[in-house]
């Protein structure tokens, strides 16, 4: 009998990088999508011996002050191929033991990946790495076999993104898109820059990282604002984020108006004034804000085919680590179900407790069937055809 080849399942975002294995439920490895070059070569240690001296992941963090840092995806986005390459060396040599001609790859494909960088990743893959298959299924249609289901509405909110797709029968309608910038390392910004203006002396890289655990740990997405804010008022203690040198990070009004941006984006110049009890949020005549999250499913749904739309509507799946805040579901279900296409049927949110990795998890279902090899790229057909049989065959 002969043994299967293992199937390693890849999900590179713009911040966080997501590994493992086919029928795992979750990833090996969970790293920081930076790759590092030195300074001045050889004053640091290589972490790469089998490929270069260069570091990648969390290990570059850990040693960004002798390094040059360097991310490879920006808004979900390839932008420099070889640091991708760099930081798959660094996966398969170090963090995963693995001889990659004998592997076969799950690419997670963001919707926004050109064809060119289709091309590319499948000319590295074969030729840098050997591999003998290679499948690429986008992210959209991973995150909604997550939950068990082929259709859905998937809202995928990352570091660098948000999109919106509309997912029927495993494809992703291309035509039924939408994407927003407003994500979290927006987020991560506004509540950095409503910190410092309180006063907080907040300026290295190090710093971003606990704004951005403070927006982990204590942001929230608010039913009502102007009733936030009255109980804001009414509170007698406020919350509060604790340093290890016992200081306290007080987040005021920014706890739920950094995540209103999400649903009304226009918001964005009441952070840091909600104290007023005037203070208002800009909203259309059904009370939906204009440009966020209920408006992009609105327009989604509009570009779908009629017929798939009730489909849709009853599937909101979200995914991604920004999909997270408390109260998100809840305010989303609310607000779409206010959207005159939701008149015939009612809509519903999925938001499963490990939503920050559904992409992955999905991929990990897919990756796992028998079926599988079969919606794979093969190394004969890459070296017999090139790079551009991706487009025909994937």
């Known amino acids: 009998m002969v043994q299967q080849q293992p199937v390693v399942v890849f999900d590179m975002g713009s911040n966080k990088t997501r590994v493992g294995f086919a029928g795992e439920e979750a990833p090996r490895v969970i790293s920081s999508t930076v790759v590092g070059v030195p300074r001045q070569r050889g004053l640091v240690g290589s972490l790469m011996q089998h490929y270069s001296d260069d570091y990648a992941g969390d290990a570059a963090c850990a040693q960004e002050g002798m390094l040059n840092l360097s991310y490879p995806v920006r808004n979900r986005r390839i932008t420099s191929m070889p640091e991708v390459e760099h930081f798959l060396q660094d996966v398969f040599y170090s963090r995963l033991p693995l001889v990659p001609s ?163 984006p226009s918001a964005e110049g009441d952070i840091g004034c909600c104290g007023r009890n005037n203070a208002e949020v800009n909203v259309d005549a059904s009370g939906v804000g204009a440009g966020g999250w209920t408006d992009a499913i609105a327009k989604v749904v509009e570009s779908a085919p009629h017929f798939t739309r009730p489909h849709l509507l009853k599937s909101i799946v979200l995914g991604g680590g920004n999909t997270m805040f408390p109260g998100i579901e809840q305010r989303l279900r609310r607000e779409v179900s206010a959207l005159p296409a939701s008149a015939e049927c009612e809509a519903n949110c999925v938001a499963f407790r490990d939503r920050d990795l559904a992409a992955w998890i999905g991929g990990s279902v897919v990756a796992s069937m028998p079926t599988f090899p079969h919606m794979c790229l093969s190394r004969k057909d890459y070296l017999e055809k090139g790079a551009t049989v991706v487009h025909e065959r994937i």
């Open 102 to 264: 004998n592997t076969m790859m799950l690419w997670v494909e963001s919707v926004r990946t050109s064809r060119e960088d289709r091309e590319r990743l499948c000319e590295m893959m074969f030729e840098s790495f050997g591999l003998p298959q290679l499948g690429l299924v986008a992210a959209s249609a991973t995150t909604v076999f997550s939950t068990g289901r082929t259709t859905g509405l998937v809202v995928d909110s990352g570091e660098g993104c948000t999109n919106f797709n509309a997912v029927w029968e495993g494809y992703n309608l291309q035509y039924a898109t939408h994407t927003s910038d407003v994500a979290g390392r927006v987020l991560t910004d506004r509540l950095l820059a409503f910190l410092r203006a309180k006063g907080y002396p907040l300026s290295t890289p190090n710093d971003r990282r606990v704004v951005e655990d403070v927006k982990h740990t204590l942001c929230y997405v608010a039913a009502d604002v102007q009733e936030e804010v009255k109980k804001m008022h009414k509170k007698l203690q406020k919350e509060y984020y604790g340093l290890p040198d016992e200081q306290r990070i007080y987040v005021e009004e920014s706890q739920f108006m950094v995540p209103e941006l999400l649903f009304n």
